[in-house]
Antibody, heavy 124, light 108 residues
Framework: QVQLVQSGAEVKKPGASVKVSCKVS????????IHWVRQAPGQGLEWMGW????????NYAQNFQGRVSMTRDTSISTAYMELSGLRSDDTAVYYC?????????????????WGQGTLVIVSS | SYVLTQPPSVSVAPGQTTSVTCRGN??????VHWYQQKPGQAPVLVVY???DRPSGIPERFSGSNSGNTATLTISRVEAGDEADYYC???????????FGGGTKLTVL
């Protein structure tokens, strides 16, 4: 079965960087885009961007441009999201999510599989 | 950027039918997807492409989309349906994904 397993909680100081991993199993890693979505405490879902594991192309939300980097290691079927210049308002649960299938003509633009989430706390 | 607007909260008695709306400019031209999120858990897809259900999602969950409003309808509401519900679309003009602000469903 499809699984996305994320790394554990992190506590970081303001200005630092955090790198969250998302290890997938149950399907061919390169065949599906991986997205990152975050959720601040008591708040809604916020889309951060995606990585195409096959081409290594990325697409980031405007709010994170210049601060976020999404990468992958196909040898271990793992995607990474690194956020730099952390601020207290970056405190959130960060999720990875697998986009639906893309054919040559159409992509399913929803997320059927999600990681369990990684809590990142930014505090001095 | 494209904006999706949801009511902050909706309340319903068990056994009744309720709807959660998601408003956006000409949203009827987009495919809308809905997620259910319970406290401390990751979101779960309950409706995709406006009105389709993933396997394992009860038929009580249905969706529609027209004009400027998409709607998630839950019939015969159960206590276990109490959760936050989020709509989501893909904005083709920016190639960005967008979530609504979420609606907290309370089962009375």
């Amino acid at each position: 079965q499809v699984q996305l397993v994320q790394s554990g909680a992190e506590v970081k100081k303001p200005g630092a960087s955090v790198k969250v991993s998302c290890k997938v199993s149950g399907y061919t890693f390169s065949d599906y885009y991986i997205h990152w979505v975050r959720q601040a405490p008591g708040q809604g879902l916020e889309w951060m961007g995606w990585i195409n594991p096959k081409s290594v192309t990325t697409n980031y939300a405007q709010n994170f441009q210049g601060r976020v980097s999404m990468t992958r290691d196909t040898s271990i079927s793992t995607a990474y999201m690194e956020l730099s210049g952390l601020r207290s308002d970056d405190t959130a649960v960060y999720y990875c999510a697998r986009q639906g299938h893309c054919s040559s003509t159409r992509c399913q633009k929803y997320f059927q599989y999600w990681g369990q989430g990684t809590l990142v706390i930014v505090s001095s | 950027s494209y904006v999706l607007t949801q009511p902050p909260s909706v309340s319903v008695a068990p056994g009744q039918t309720t709807s959660v709306t998601c408003r956006g400019n000409n949203i009827g031209r987009k495919n809308v997807h809905w997620y259910q999120q319970k406290p401390g858990q990751a979101p779960v897809l309950v409706v995709y492409d406006d009105s389709d259900r993933p396997s394992g999602i009860p038929e009580r969950f249905s969706g529609s989309n027209s004009g400027n409003t998409a709607t998630l309808t839950i019939s015969r509401v159960e206590a276990g349906d109490e959760a936050d519900y989020y709509c989501q679309v893909w904005d083709s003009s920016s190639d960005h994904w967008v979530f609504g602000g979420g609606t907290k469903l309370t089962v009375l």
